[in-house]
């Protein structure tokens, strides 16, 4: 069972109260959470660069470069004890006005989203998602596009006495082959995260990516090796895992491998994925290849230009950081960045959640909705 340390659970009040950033999250198939904390503001920086520090990133869905991401320092790492970076090393005490600061925090209570600036998302009802979802079918059948990713917004209230970790300790228990993440900071605000979908990672043993699309929510109790898949998905997981072919081989990363699509379980759904591995690769070769991945087409569309046009014009600025990537960078030697669905924006009254589905020519308005009520549930189960 998943829990977070005492540690964590103080240092996380404790950052809040002195209203730095910080992020904790839980590997999928991992038994511990990790953690970081910023005592100063998060910056826009490359992702993998020359000299790139520890911390944990957030990029939004819309990035003028793929590569550049919101990157909170990793200036205090939690585990089972509270360690303060200098430079490159750990130590037990702080080295800092900052890190003292943090240290002398005495925060009690449950632990809740700061309020912030960042505006309030406004829900998407039903017949407005269903006319958004025949539009871009219609945009689809006039040759326009081959595939669009619409979303929409589902506002749930929290309870008042709400806790953020007892949240985020639920999320890993339910779904333990999920990236689950609770991370909070004044530029991104707070998101609460189960996400089954691995943007890149990169470490010692190489690269790895997967091609995930379709989604189908059979019955519990269901053979999920059993499941079968219409044409129209296999064709579009295809055009996805061909689009990540193509980065790799631009990129510049050979000897690259991928698996047959199978069928994998995320939560209550079911999806069609494949996966990649390329030997280790140079910082430039994977800024070059995070740059042609983000936003893949199975949060954007195809042709992406044309698929990101359609969305900002029918969503406006909705997503935020919804369908962006997000995770830790060089933290012992990994970066791991997971596409930020299955995921919720926090206030300190409502989690709001973010849900969407790819549009194909052959998709049906009313289905699609049902879909991401079916997506809802992820992260809705534990509110
Ligand atoms: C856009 C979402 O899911 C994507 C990932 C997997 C399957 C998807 C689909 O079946 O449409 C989407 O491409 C979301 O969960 O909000």
Known sequence: MTIMTDAQRSAASAAAACRMGYAIWRVPGGDVFRMIVATGPARTRPVFGAETPPGFVLCPFDAT??????????DIEVGADIRYRRGDALTDTPQTDA???????????????????????????????????????AAIEAGRAEKIVLSRIDPRPLSPDHDLRDLLEALARAYP???????????????LVATPEILLTADADGVRTMALAGTQWPEPGTDIAALTWPQKIVDEQAVVAR??????AAA???????????????????????????????????????RKLHPTSAVCGMPRATARDFILSEEGPTRGFYTGYLGPVNIDGETRLQV????????????????????????????????????????????
Not at 342 to 369: C, F, Q
């Open 99 to 137: 890190q003292a600061a943090f240290a002398a925090a005495d925060a009690q209570g449950p632990l809740q989203a700061a309020p912030s600036d960042l505006p309030e998302p406004a829900p998407t009802e039903r017949a407005a998602y269903e006319a958004r979802v025949a539009r871009a079918v």
């Open 252 to 290: 510049g990363l050979h000897d690259t491998t991928e698996t047959p699509a199978g069928t994998v379980q995320a939560a209550n759904l079911c999806h069609l994925r494949s996966d990649f591995h390329a030997p280790a690769a140079t910082p430039e070769q994977l800024a070059d290849l995070l």
């Open 340 to 383: 930020n669905l299955r995921t919720a924006r926090i206030t300190p009254t409502h989690a709001y959640l973010h849900v969407g589905g790819g549009i194909v020519a052959a998709s049906d308005p009313a289905t699609e909705y049902e879909e991401t009520v079916q997506k809802a549930r992820t992260i809705g189960a534990v509110l």
């Open 177 to 191: 082959q999920a990236f689950v993440c609770l991370t909070s900071s004044a530029e991104a605000g707070t998101w």
């Open 65 to 74: 470069d793929g590569n550049a991401a919101l990157h909170l320092a990793a």
């Open 243 to 248: 689009e990540i072919a193509r980065a790799f």
